[in-house]
């Protein structure tokens, strides 16, 4: 089973965070860290909604965990952007791909 996962760009501008996805009833989105146990509770960090992608499920050649929004390179002529396939319901690259690519940045970041 695959992990359900994501990442957004901090609107504090520290960064990047990982974790769960919610997008309250004002419209602002935030990723939710940590968990509901009795010593560590959970923290909702707000992120700019549009540089939310989530986990693939994949990594590539490095170990690197693969979201949407990644821009990968197989080789010096192939480059391309990691993101779902809704007409195919899926992501648009193959799991038997991922040890070949690597991660070079992202769409949000130059």
């Excluded at 170990?63 to 391309?80: A, C, P, S, W």
Aim: overall charge negative; some cysteine.
């Amino acid at each position: 089973m695959r992990e359900i996962k994501f990442r957004g760009k901090r609107v504090d501008g520290k960064g990047w965070i990982y974790g769960g996805y919610h997008k309250n009833d004002s419209g602002l989105t935030f990723i939710i860290i940590g968990s509901y146990g009795e010593k560590i509770g959970h923290c909702f960090i707000e992120v700019i909604p549009e540089t939310v992608g989530q986990y693939t499920g994949l990594k590539d050649k490095n170990g690197k965990e693969i979201y949407d929004g990644d821009i990968l390179k197989g080789n010096v002529y192939l480059r391309f952007e990691v993101e779902w396939d809704s007409e195919n319901t899926g992501w648009n690259i193959a799991p038997h791909c991922q040890s070949t690519f690597e991660i070079i940045g992202n769409i949000h970041e130059s």
